[in-house]
């Protein structure tokens, strides 16, 4: 139960994923409570990411990339999250940017941006949230007005990952503010930091440590025409959403990564801790606990699977992505706090890692729409799958 199964990844696959295990336990481990109490940037990780292929896990093989399916990418999250959740960021949102190429981009635009996406010579993410623009994202105002062969951009996001260190952005915009309905007015553009692109300031955070949150501001920031994804304006909101089934799912892998570490540290802790003379497992009141949390991690498992299955095969997966998404991560906030009480003052203390995941699993539940969202989503969709 520790580890997800890689009984159905190809050979390939399984080595990769074994390789990953290694580069955690060696690289990672040793050094996480450190960094993120430290709240800083895991630099020489990302460079062992970059060697692992890690930025380019789901981009094309011919376009450079590891051709990963959302399958074995979901195991590799999910190993990633369960030793340090930071380090999903990193890739995850590195990957939707690419993922919104790869789906809607033209020939040319993969050509010259997903070798480079998939090497971490470019790295960012995705800008689509504003102070005033979360959930409802065809309020943004950020405004992208045709010049010539460029598009001169002015507005500011929010809670951009990897904002101060990454390099290169989808970046979600006006280009008909008057458009109705309003989606038929929002374009992306791929963002490369230059002029006129400033970044405000780093925002502090309950967990999610070490890696970068940033507001960025755009002023008169010059933008190629040749990098409107998919060359036609208009197309911004589906390019996101697509985007986002991605996100989702490794939203969903993160969540059991942390659901799994909670519980596999209280598995541990629970034959180690001795109160009235036995070990703390043999109390009915712990065992329940532990029932629950390892039932509440498969079905997450199961879930997360079930959507990367329905993403690899092609079909419209966003109610399994949302479902996914939205068990995983709650999955994740109860296994975290059941895993606070098992380890009682332990679990309070900054010198283990339950504390951590009790502060990492709540951005599960908002990021990647939140789950309020997703269950509207999964509703709508039951609706229009079953029509009366
Ligand atoms: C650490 C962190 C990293 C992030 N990284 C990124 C990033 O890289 N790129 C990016 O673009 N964004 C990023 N975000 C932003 C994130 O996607 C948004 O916070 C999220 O979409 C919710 O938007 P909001 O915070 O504005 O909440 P709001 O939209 O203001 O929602 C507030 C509350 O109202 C509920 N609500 C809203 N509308 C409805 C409705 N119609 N029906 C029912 N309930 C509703 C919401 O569920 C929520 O509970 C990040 C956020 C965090 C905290």
């Known amino acids: 139960m520790s580890n997800a199964s890689h009984s159905d990844a190809s050979s390939d696959d399984q080595m990769i994923l074994e390789a990953i295990e290694k580069w955690l336990e060696r690289d990672v481990r040793p050094h996480v409570l450190r960094l993120d109490h430290a709240d800083e940037y895991p630099s020489e ?59 809607v981009g033209t020939e040319e635009q993969k050509q010259r941006f997903l070798p480079r996406f998939a090497t971490g010579e470019l790295r960012g993410g995705l800008a689509l949230t504003e102070p005033d623009a979360g959930t409802d994202l065809q309020a943004i105002r950020t405004r992208a007005v045709r010049d010539g062969d460029h598009y001169v951009v002015n507005g500011a996001k929010t809670w951009i990952t990897n904002g101060i260190e990454g390099s290169c952005f989808a970046l979600l915009v006006k280009t008909d503010p008057d458009a109705d ?55 911004g909101m589906q390019t996101a959403l697509g985007g986002l089934e991605l996100g989702r799912i490794n939203i969903a892998a993160r969540g059991c990564g ?36 390892a039932t509440r991690l498969q079905a997450a498992r199961l879930l997360t699977y079930d959507a990367a299955r329905a993403y690899d095969s092609g079909e419209r997966c966003d109610m399994e992505a949302g479902m996914a998404k939205y068990f995983a991560s709650e999955a994740a906030v109860e296994n975290s706090l059941e895993a606070m009480r098992i380890h009682g003052a332990y679990g309070y203390s900054k010198e283990y890692h339950i504390e951590r995941y009790y502060r990492d699993a709540p951005l599960m539940c908002i990021g990647e729409g939140t789950n309020e969202i997703q269950r509207i989503i999964i509703a709508k969709q039951m609706m229009e799958r079953n029509p009366a």
């Not at 990780?45 to 959302?70: D, H, R, W």
């Not at 553009?189 to 501001?217: Q, T």
């Not at 570490?261 to 532990?290: C, N, W």
């Open 45 to 103: 990780m990302v460079e062992q990411m970059k060697e692992l292929g890690l930025f380019g896990a789901t981009i094309p093989a011919e376009y450079g990339g590891l051709g990963l399916s959302a399958t074995t990418y979901a195991k590799i999250v999910e190993k990633v999250a369960a030793t340090w959740m930071s380090l999903g960021g990193i890739i995850n949102s590195h990957l939707i940017m690419s993922a919104c190429v790869v789906r």
């Open 181 to 235: 309905p309003r989606h038929k007015g929002m374009s992306m553009l791929i963002a490369e930091k230059g002029e006129g692109f400033n970044v405000s300031r780093k925002l502090e955070k309950l967990g999610y440590k070490g890696i970068d949150s940033a507001e960025i501001s755009f002023d008169n920031y010059r933008v190629p025409v040749a990098n409107l994804i998919g060359g036609e304006e208009g197309r």
């Open 258 to 293: 942390l659901a799994g570490a909670a519980l596999m540290d209280s598995v541990k802790y629970a034959q180690e801790r001795k109160t009235f003379g036995k070990p703390i497992g043999q109390h009915q009141a712990i065992q329940l606990k532990l029932g629950e949390m």
